[in-house]
C-alpha cells in the first residue's frame, strides 16, 4: 500500500459544527503531516507529527485540534471554524529525509 | 531566511520541452524538490535531487541544481497534455520535518 488515505473528500459544516478530517497510511512512514491549501496557493504546513507525537505547530488557531491516535491514523478536529477557514486540507506523510512526501488527495472543506 | 520564488505561468506546445524555474535563498537546504498538482488532488512527488549534485535525469525529467546561483530547473521532455498541472518546487533542511513550498508554476500544454 503506497498510498496516504483520507475520508471525507468533501466537507461543508456550519461555524458552530464540530467535525473531523481522518487520515491514514499504511507504508510505515514515521511523520504526519497536515496542510492547509487555499486556491492558487501553495501547501502551508499546520502541524507535524513525528512517532506518533507532535513535533511542529505553526501557530495554528485552537479551533484546530489535531490527533494521532497511532502511527497509521491521523485526525484534525474541527470546532468553531470561520468562513476563511475554508480551504483544502492535505495529509501527508513520510519517512524523513530524501524520500519526500506521499500526500492524499485532499479534503475539501466549505466552512458556512 | 526561508523563500523559495517560482514563475507563475508557462505556457508550451504539445511535443515541446517545458523548463520550469525555481530559486531559493536559503543555503543550508539539504534536498530540494519537485511536486506536481493536478486539479482537485494531492501532491505528487515527482522527483528530487540532493543539494551536492548538480543534474538528475528520471526518464522525461530532467532537474539541474545551480547552487552558486541557488537555482533550481525542471525540464519536461517531449510535454504532453497530461503533463498540465501545477508545479511546485519545495526545499527541505536537515531532518526533513519541514517543507518550504514555492508558490508554483500552472503549466499549460497546448495541443
Known amino acids: 500500500d503506497t498510498e496516504v488515505t483520507q475520508t471525507p473528500k468533501h466537507l461543508v459544516m456550519g461555524m458552530t459544527n464540530k467535525k473531523s478530517l481522518k487520515c491514514e497510511q499504511h507504508?510505515?512512514?514515521?511523520?504526519m503531516y497536515w496542510y492547509k491549501q487555499k486556491a492558487k496557493k501553495p501547501p502551508e504546513l499546520m502541524f507535524v507529527?513525528?512517532?506518533?507525537?507532535?513535533?511542529i505547530n505553526e501557530s495554528v488557531p485552537s479551533r484546530f485540534s489535531p490527533e494521532c491516535p497511532n502511527s497509521s491514523l491521523l485526525n484534525l478536529h474541527l470546532h468553531a471554524l470561520q468562513p476563511e477557514d475554508s480551504a483544502l486540507y492535505l495529509c501527508?506523510?513520510?519517512?524523513?529525509?530524501?524520500?519526500?512526501?506521499?500526500f492524499g488527495s485532499g479534503t475539501r472543506l466549505t466552512v458556512v | 531566511g526561508e523563500d523559495v520564488e517560482q514563475s507563475l505561468f508557462l505556457s508550451v506546445r504539445e511535443g515541446d520541452s517545458s523548463v520550469i524555474n525555481c530559486t531559493y535563498t536559503?543555503?543550508?537546504?539539504?534536498?530540494l524538490y519537485w511536486y506536481k498538482q493536478e486539479p482537485g488532488a494531492g501532491l505528487q512527488l515527482l522527483t528530487y535531487?540532493?543539494?551536492?549534485?548538480d543534474m538528475k535525469q528520471d526518464q522525461r525529467l530532467t532537474v539541474l541544481l545551480n547552487k552558486k546561483d541557488k537555482h533550481l530547473s525542471l525540464r519536461i521532455a517531449d510535454t504532453q497534455t497530461g503533463d498540465s498541472a501545477i508545479y511546485f518546487c519545495?526545499?527541505?533542511?536537515?531532518?526533513?520535518?519541514?517543507?518550504?513550498f514555492g508558490a508554483g508554476t500552472r503549466l499549460f500544454v497546448k495541443a
Open positions: 507529527y513525528s512517532y506518533e507525537k507532535l513535533s
Open positions: 501527508a506523510s513520510s519517512q524523513g529525509g530524501a524520500q519526500g512526501y506521499t
Open positions: 519545495a526545499e527541505v533542511h536537515t531532518g526533513g520535518f519541514k517543507t518550504i
Open positions: 536559503d543555503s543550508s537546504s539539504t534536498y
Open positions: 535531487i540532493f543539494s551536492n549534485m
Open positions: 507504508m510505515g512512514h514515521r511523520a
